[in-house]
């Protein structure tokens, strides 16, 4: 498994660098194409799972 985005799960190629809102990549080394999609997912629910966690705050304050 690798937990970054930039590396390349086929052949283990790291991109320097990648601009946020690219979603798939090719890479430059073996010429896979790699969806960013699930990672991308993978941040989604965490992100609400936080807004869900200040929901909470919000109501026990209240
Ligand atoms: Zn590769």
Redesign the pocket.
Known sequence: MFSSSKT?N??G?KLKSMPLQIRTWE?P??G?LHDREEICLLGLCFSWLLVILCWFDVLVVL
């Open positions: 390349c086929c052949c190629h890479c080394n073996c896979k």
